[in-house]
């Protein structure tokens, strides 16, 4: 499957940005989807993720600004950020996973936060 990550840019501290994910075929194939981010000097992190049965998880302390949501008939996942600050500043990458098989990742989207 290719995923394709959109809606990244260079904002202001306090906007919001709303990245897109959209997969080449269905994401209810696939057990869950998520977004990752990454620093230079990191290995990726998650964000959120969203199951195939809506539910969603956050890492701890990004829940309230960040909102995970997916649209199928569109085969496309969201991230909504709000409120962004500099520590935002990171390539955000999204994830489609079926269990026991390796992850497949889109190609990454640059979010950069001025203060």
């Known amino acids: 499957v290719q995923l394709q990550a959109s809606g990244g840019g260079s904002v202001q501290a306090g906007g919001s940005l709303r990245l897109s994910c959209t997969a080449s075929?269905?994401?209810?194939?696939?057990?869950?989807m998520a977004w990752y981010r990454q620093w230079p000097w990191s290995q990726r992190q998650l964000v959120a993720r969203?199951?195939?049965?809506?539910?969603?998880n956050y890492a701890d302390s990004l829940e309230g600004r960040f909102a995970i949501s997916r649209d199928n008939a569109k085969n496309t996942v969201y991230l909504q950020i709000n409120n962004l600050s500099p520590q935002d500043t990171a390539v955000y990458y999204c994830?489609?996973?079926?269990?026991?098989?390796?992850?497949?990742w889109g190609q990454g989207t640059q979010v950069t936060v001025s203060s």
């Open positions: 994830r489609a996973q079926r269990f026991g098989r390796d992850p497949h």
């Open positions: 969203i199951n195939n049965d809506g539910s969603t």
């Open positions: 075929r269905s994401i209810g194939s696939f057990n869950y």
